[in-house]
C-alpha cells in the first residue's frame, strides 16, 4: 500500500475555487491510478474523480463534470483536484485513493489505500 497525505481544503464562497493536493509515499506511484471521493455529514462516501495511472484517461461523476479536473504529475508524487464554480453542495470531506492498477476504477472497492481527508466547505 501507498501512504497518501491530502491538503488543501478550506473555507471558500459559491462559486470559487480551490484545488486539493495529494501526495503520496513510494516509488511507484507511476503504476497506480488515483482518484477523489468526497463524503458529506450523515451521507455515504461517493466518487468525485478518477485518473488512470499517466493521466490520460479520467473519469467524472456527473455533480462535478465541467467544474472539477483530475490532474498528477508522476515526478513529483502528486495527485489535483481543481475545483471551479463550487456550491454549497460541494461540501464534504474529500479523500484521495489509490489503486495498485494501471486503469482506473470508479467505486470505492476498487481503492486499497487511503489518505486522512480534507475538509471542503462551500458558503452560499
Known amino acids: 500500500q501507498v501512504q497518501l497525505v491530502e491538503s488543501g481544503g478550506g473555507l471558500v464562497q459559491a462559486g470559487g475555487s480551490l484545488r486539493l493536493s495529494c501526495v503520496a509515499s513510494?516509488?511507484?506511484?507511476?503504476?497506480?491510478?488515483m482518484a477523489w471521493f468526497r463524503q458529506a455529514p450523515g451521507k455515504e462516501r461517493e466518487f468525485v474523480a478518477a485518473?488512470?495511472?499517466?493521466?490520460?484517461?479520467?473519469h467524472y461523476a456527473d455533480s462535478v463534470k465541467g467544474r472539477f479536473t483530475i490532474s498528477r504529475d508522476n515526478a513529483k508524487n502528486t495527485v489535483y483536484l481543481q475545483m471551479n464554480s463550487l456550491k454549497p453542495e460541494d461540501t464534504a470531506v474529500y479523500y484521495c485513493a489509490a489503486r495498485r492498477n494501471y486503469g482506473l476504477g470508479k467505486t470505492l472497492y476498487d481503492y486499497d489505500s487511503w489518505g486522512q481527508g480534507t475538509q471542503v466547505t462551500v458558503s452560499s
Open positions: 513510494g516509488r511507484t506511484f507511476s503504476t497506480y491510478a
Open positions: 485518473g488512470d495511472w499517466s493521466g490520460d484517461t479520467t
